[in-house]
Nanobody
């Protein structure tokens, strides 16, 4: 059974930083982070392949950085210059081709 265990969410002031981590129980070619704010659809934040190719949502480009440690099956999301509109539940995703796997979600709240 695939498990994705997230950590690193919390409350931060605008302009602050947080780092999310997601440890997977297996290896996946594509891993990423999505987020869902109250009343909104889940949206892609960033994705990364085992080779290090990345793509980002326009709203986070230049502020967020996704990375991964393939040896540890772990993906990270470094979030800088956080804004109130970044407030959401952040979900780790592992793309296995025929199936998607999701973490339990971690809350990120940006507020003064």
């Amino acid at each position: 059974q695939v498990q994705l265990v997230e950590s690193g969410g919390g409350l931060v002031q605008p302009g602050g930083s947080l780092r999310l981590s997601c440890a997977a129980s297996g290896s996946f070619y594509v891993m990423g982070w999505y987020r869902q704010a109250p009343g909104k659809q889940r949206e892609l934040v960033a994705r990364i392949t085992t080779g290090g190719s990345t793509n980002y949502a326009d709203s986070v480009k230049g502020r967020f950085t996704i990375s991964r440690d393939n040896a540890k099956n772990t993906v990270y999301l470094q979030m800088n210059s956080l804004k109130p509109e970044d407030t959401a539940v952040y979900y780790c995703n592992a793309d296995a081709g025929a199936a998607d796997y999701w973490g339990q979600g971690t809350q990120v709240t940006v507020s003064s």
